[in-house]
C-alpha cells in the first residue's frame, strides 16, 4: 500500500490550499486517514483525522478552518484550508491507519511523502 500526498504550495496568509492524498495497493478497507504536520523545530502533530464512518477530529488550532473529507471507494483524503496562517506552515502528512489488505490481513500507521505547505505573511 502506498500513499501519494499531492496540493502543497506557497500562499499568502488568509488564502486557500487543498491537500489530496489518495492510497494505492491492493486495499479493502481504510479506517481512519489523517493529516499530520511538521513545522521547523517542532514535533509532528495530528492535524484532522477522519473516520470510515466520516467522523471527524481536528487540532484546536486549524478547527473551523480546515476541513478533511474523504472518498472510501476512492481511498483518498482531503484536506481544504482556508484562512490559512503563518503558523500553519510545515510539512503535511497523510496517513493511514488498519488498512485491511486481505481478509485478516491489516496494516498500520502507513505514511506519505510529505507536502510542504508555506504561508506568507
Known amino acids: 500500500v502506498q500513499l501519494q500526498a499531492s496540493g502543497g504550495g506557497l500562499v499568502q496568509a488568509g488564502g486557500s490550499l487543498r491537500l489530496s492524498c489518495a492510497a494505492s495497493?491492493?486495499?479493502?478497507?481504510?479506517?481512519?486517514m489523517s493529516w499530520y504536520r511538521r513545522a521547523p523545530g517542532k514535533q509532528r502533530e495530528l492535524v484532522a483525522a477522519i473516520n470510515t464512518g466520516g467522523s471527524t477530529r481536528y487540532a484546536p488550532s486549524v478547527k473551523g478552518r480546515f476541513t478533511i473529507s474523504r472518498d472510501n471507494a476512492k481511498n483518498t483524503v482531503v484536506l481544504q484550508m482556508n484562512s490559512l496562517k503563518p503558523e500553519d506552515t510545515a510539512v503535511y502528512y497523510c496517513?493511514?491507519?488498519?488498512?485491511?489488505?486481505?481478509?485478516?490481513?491489516?496494516?498500520?500507521?502507513?505514511w506519505g511523502q510529505g507536502t510542504q505547505v508555506t504561508v506568507s505573511s
Open positions: 495497493g491492493s486495499i479493502f478497507s481504510i479506517d481512519v
Open positions: 496517513n493511514a491507519d488498519h488498512v485491511r489488505v486481505g481478509v485478516g490481513r491489516y496494516e498500520h500507521d502507513l
